[in-house]
């Protein structure tokens, strides 16, 4: 009995000791249910980078309640006290943006970026231009263009240079010329440009010897996406001196698969409206058709090289074969935008 007794005595402390153990542990595991670990908290933290002010906020706020005896407590207090600031001032910022206008460019005043035709033609677009061409079809057909064109206005502007075209002649020679242009139509929002121009013409070449012609002109483009667009333009060409009219019309559609190269395929046509006094054919034509590469090396250059040749004539036959055409443009910036 006293055996009994002596063992139940001793058992007794190691049995109290066990039980103060068991509760120790647990008040401890539900302590660290609301702490927080340097590896839980690195972790959330880098969990946040590049998350807006007032997202990052709220995230520490749940955070927080996770974790209400977080060993970072006062860190994370500092931090969403910094957010609410960031998060007001990028609320306020927002707020003056919207209802300050005078910083903000109109889609009525921006400026769209239409391509050069490669065959010579006017460009529907007005712009601070300098371009130079040359559209080379066998011994007999050789054109060239040096032009340039300043935008005093958005959507009016005044060029001038030198060209051959081969209209009226073949053989090398040269002509002075010089026009306005004006957009009646020019919005980004729907990638439409209509403009209409008025250009002089003096010059020479072997066949027509000295000429003087008006040129009336009308061009559409419609730039769809940056990675298409589609312009056509339609010329009369007006001698002066005696009744000798040819009409000109140019379709062209660039793709662009990337920033640096597009692809295009042009077609010209040159028609007679009445029957020159040395023929008895009352309709004459010539058609020819481009297609290759254009290239954009740096922003506002735009380089461009393909070969043509002849589809159709009747009596026009400027030229018989491939030819090649090459050609480049800079702008000068994006203009004025009144």
């Known amino acids: 009995m006293l055996r009994l007794l002596s063992l139940l005595l001793c058992l007794a402390p190691a049995t109290a000791f066990a039980q103060g153990e068991e509760e120790e542990a647990e008040q401890e595991e539900a302590v660290d249910e609301e702490v927080d670990d340097p590896k839980t908290y690195e972790s959330f933290k880098q969990s946040l980078k590049g998350e807006a002010p007032s997202e990052e906020m709220d995230a520490w706020y749940g955070y927080l309640d996770t974790y209400p005896k977080s060993r970072y407590r006062l860190e994370i207090e500092r931090r969403i006290e910094a957010l609410e600031e960031a998060a007001f ?7 003056l943006e919207e209802n300050d206008t005078s910083n903000r ?11 050069e035709p490669a065959l010579t033609t006017m460009n529907a677009n007005t712009r601070r231009r300098a371009e130079v061409g040359v559209v080379w079809g066998f011994d007999d057909f050789i054109n060239y263009e040096m032009n340039v064109e300043w935008a005093f206005l958005r959507q009016l502007s005044a060029f001038g240079g030198l060209r051959h075209r081969g209209v009226g002649g073949q053989g ?10 004006g957009a009646l139509i020019k919005d ?3 990638g439409v440009v209509l403009s209409g121009a ?7 070449n072997p066949l027509d010897r000295a000429k003087f012609e008006l040129e009336p002109w009308f061009g559409f483009a419609w730039l769809a996406s940056d990675r298409f667009q589609l312009q056509t333009s339609l010329s009369m060409v007006l001698r002066v001196d005696k009744l000798h009219t040819h009409v000109l019309w140019d379709v062209m559609a660039v793709v662009k698969p990337n920033d640096v190269l597009g692809i295009f395929v042009e077609s010209k046509q040159k028609h007679s409206l009445f029957k020159p006094d040395d023929l008895s054919l009352h309709y004459l034509a ?4 481009a297609v290759g590469a254009k290239i954009f090396p740096v922003k506002n250059l735009e380089i461009t090289a393909g070969v ?28 004025p935008t009144k």
């Not at 090398?172 to 242009?181: C, D, T």
């Not at 010539?286 to 058709?289: G, K, M, R, V």
């Open 89 to 95: 001032d990028e609320l306020l910022d927002e707020k």
């Open 105 to 115: 460019v109109d889609a009525k005043e921006a400026e769209l970026d239409i391509f």
């Open 172 to 181: 090398i020679g040269g002509a002075l010329f010089g026009g306005v242009k």
């Open 188 to 190: 980004v929002r729907t």
């Open 198 to 204: 008025l250009a002089v013409e003096f010059g020479f």
């Open 286 to 289: 010539f058609y020819q058709a």
């Open 308 to 335: 043509n040749a002849p589809y159709f004539w009747r009596t026009w036959q400027d030229y018989k074969y491939i030819g090649i055409n090459v050609g480049a443009v800079v702008r000068f910036g994006k203009g």
